[in-house]
């Protein structure tokens, strides 16, 4: 990945290793390397959030 380049991955249930490496990351890394984001939206009779973690940290 260049210098400049954003990226953004989603992760389902079914990645197995990878979804609980990177569930790990985020309950593990400092505060201040993570960005949250909620978006609440209602309709069909039922409220769906969607979270975002960002992290710039690529290692």
């Given at each position: 990945?260049?210098?400049?380049?954003?990226?953004?991955?989603?992760?389902?249930?079914?990645?197995?290793?990878?979804?609980?490496?990177?569930?790990?990351?985020?309950?593990?890394?400092?505060?201040?390397?993570?960005?949250?984001?909620?978006?609440?939206?209602?309709?069909?009779a039922k409220v769906e959030v969607r979270k975002?973690?960002?992290?710039?940290?690529?290692?």
């Open positions: 990945m260049g210098k400049g380049e954003n990226y953004i991955f989603s992760l389902k249930g079914n990645q197995g290793n990878l979804l609980d490496d990177v569930k790990r990351y985020f309950e593990k890394a400092p505060l201040e390397k993570i960005k949250y984001c909620s978006n609440y939206d209602k309709g069909h975002c973690s960002v992290s710039q940290d690529s290692k």
